[in-house]
Each structure stands twice: as structure tokens, then as C-alpha cells.
């Protein structure tokens, strides 16, 4: 947008220090015209919206639900580039959800915003593969990458006037919640071994994988593997069947499937591979 000369200004919440300080110093930012406002004040959003007076909002991941009066104050209104397909995934985390159900398909959805989340008209919309490994930064990468082709194609329609407005269904979608700590927890009992790959992949870096008991520590499994073995498995969900320096560390997961735990994080930091073993898993023992 800098480059086209459409480039306004960006609006970052203060929350978000990291992104405001990779902005500040990019070089590529004139300081007036980054904003940082507390994103619960409407009246701070406003006051810079019609000091700019963009034709346009671009919306990307930004952590609010707009009032109708901010919703309305560019001519052309706001609209959303959203990590997920719709509307099936209405979520403030598309991307973990899509992962942690074991989607085939991510995407990027563009929509014009109303006052509902993620409800609006639906005016772009593309899809790619979701691979088995796929982790949560994979998704995210996917997805920041297909926004700026949509990005562009978005503009050039939007100067053209050939946008198209699709109604989502309202039958067909389900409104996702952020995830919480039973959403990165790892069930043995209950989880099939794709469920547990899904769920670690789905947490992974941004909460480091997902969470298991071990001896009464809370352990993280960062990244995981499906494995085979050549002896029968026994039918106990969670026990570790073995363990050693060269291969590392093999559970077993409900009907009996088998996974490679590669990567754990503890108080004792990351291991990976046999230095599993150091931090007391061992052949033998259960996760719970």
C-alpha cells in the first residue's frame, strides 16, 4: 500500500508493544502516522479515524468488536481480512481451531465488517491445504501470505468498483471461542493419536505445544510424530511403551496407535530426542 501511495496510517492497539516496536523501527512507518490506541476506547479510535479520514479500513487480526458509529465513519467502510474460511469459522482464533479440528482446508476470508462478529458480506474468499504438520506459525505464515495477494487483487477491485457482495449463510456457521486451557490439554483416554498430533500442532509455539501430567507436573509436548512398532500395543492410553537416547520417547494413544514425542518443554527447558529421558520420562510410565 506504501508503495501503491494508498497508505494512510495503521492503527496498533498499545497492548501490542512487540508489533509497535518492529513498526517504529522498520523504517518504513513515518511516526505520524502510527497510531496506538487503547483498543476499548471508541472515543481514541474515532478521534483518529477522523483526523485521517481514510476512505477505507483494512482490518487485520485487531482484538475488537466496532460500534456502528466507527463502523461507518469511512466512506467505504471497513473491511476484514479474516485467518479462516466462512462462515463456518467465525472465531477470534480461526487458525487454531481449524488446526485443532483437523480441517482439510485453512484460508483468508474478506468481508465487509458489520456489527456482528465476523457476519459481514463476504467479497473474497480463497482456500489452501492444510498439512498433517502444519503448526499454528505454519497456519499463520499460509495465511499472511495469501493476504497479500488478496490484499492487492482487494485493491485493485475496490478502485475499479467490481467488488461482489456475498450473504453468508446463517445457518452454517459456528462461533468459535478463544481457546482455553482444556482446548490444549491432551485427554489420553479420549483423544485418538491425529487428535493429540492436531491438538499439539494447534498450540505450537504460541502456547508450546499442548499439556499432559507427568508424575504430577504439568509438562508441555511441543512436537510430536505419528510412530510404528512391531510388538503388540497395550490398550493403556497415555503409557510410555519406550524410551531410550537413539529414538526417544513412544506413547501410545486410545485404539492402541502409537506417537513419537520428539520435542517437550518443562522447568527443566526444552529436550528434544533421547535428552527426553533426563527430564525423568521413561519407559514404563504414564502421562495422564
Known sequence: MIQRRLFAGVVVPSTNVDLINELSNSGYIE???????NHNNDDEIIDIINSVEPDVCLVFTFPKIFSQEILD?????????????????????????????REPFGGVTVLKMDKTIDGGEIVME?????????????????????????????????????????????????????????DVTINWSEMAMSDVVATVNAGNPWNRGAITNFEGENINI????PAKYDKELPDEPGKIIFANQQYGIFVVCKNRELLRIETTYSSLGYNSGGMILSTGIQEGKIFE
Open 73 to 101: 465513519l469511512p466512506k467505504l467502510g471497513f473491511y476484514n481480512f479474516h485467518y479462516g474460511l466462512l462462515p463456518k469459522y467465525r472465531s477470534a482464533d480461526p487458525i487454531f481451531w481449524q488446526i485443532k479440528n
Open 31 to 37: 511516526s505520524e502516522k502510527l497510531f496506538t490506541p
Open 222 to 225: 511441543v512436537q510430536v510424530s
Open 126 to 182: 480463497e482456500k489452501f491445504p492444510i498439512e498433517s504438520y502444519d503448526s499454528y506459525a505454519m497456519l499463520l505464515q499460509k495465511s499472511v501470505a495469501l493476504s497479500i495477494k488478496l490484499l492487492n487483487e482487494f485493491i485493485d477491485a475496490l478502485m475499479a468498483e467490481t467488488l461482489t457482495f456475498k450473504p453468508q449463510e446463517s445457518t452454517a456457521f459456528q462461533y468459535f471461542p478463544k481457546p482455553i486451557l482444556k
